[in-house]
């Protein structure tokens, strides 16, 4: 009966269950430790663990949300490196020469004058759209010193990722 209900696998079928994986690990190392954080607190109050979680509930939706932004900021070009590269080893050097390279080419030309070319340094947009969310204010980010509000960082993270996201389904459509 099983094989009657089964279809062919689609470019997309793949793709996104190699994107939640993905995504499954990533959650799992950045956000997981945040709510053990949280109970651990919550456990140890002296406000007692009830009302201790009660009043810093919205952590958990900050803190996920922003964990996010961070998977899209930086599992998108590492999924990119993963899907073009046949060696791990050579993938990872890549992902990291390529990545850091244009951060440090990014921030030279903004502080030559050019802020706008923050936007393209996509560790930046995070750290912004991080601390949007948070509401916190940890450092002074490219986009911010450019005058970019954060909605349009996040904007130009989901164009970084819906154009990765494209590239892969093109690269597993020829495939597959």
Do not use: C
Not at 97 to 121: D, H, K, Q
């Amino acid at each position: 009966m099983a094989v009657y209900a089964s279809r062919p696998l689609r470019a997309t079928d793949y793709v996104a269950a190699r994107a939640a994986s993905m995504g499954a690990v990533v959650v799992g190392f950045v956000w997981l430790p945040h709510l053990v954080l949280l109970i651990g607190r919550a456990w140890t109050s002296s406000e007692g663990f009830g009302s201790y979680l009660g009043s810093n509930l919205d952590l958990l939706w900050q803190t996920g949300l922003a964990t996010l932004v961070y998977l899209v900021a930086y599992g998108a070009p590492a999924f990119l490196v993963a899907v073009f590269s046949s060696r791990p080893a050579l993938g990872v050097f890549l992902y990291l020469v390529a990545f850091y390279s244009v951060v440090v080419t990014v921030e030279a030309i903004a502080s030559a004058g050019y802020e706008i070319a923050g936007l393209a340094s996509i560790p930046e947009l995070a750290g912004y759209v991080k601390d949007w969310i948070l509401g916190s204010n940890t450092d002074r980010w490219l986009p911010e010193a450019a005058g970019v509000d954060p909605i349009v960082s996040l904007g130009a993270l989901a164009a970084f990722a819906t154009v990765t996201w494209m590239i892969v389904l093109r690269r597993y459509r020829s495939e597959l």
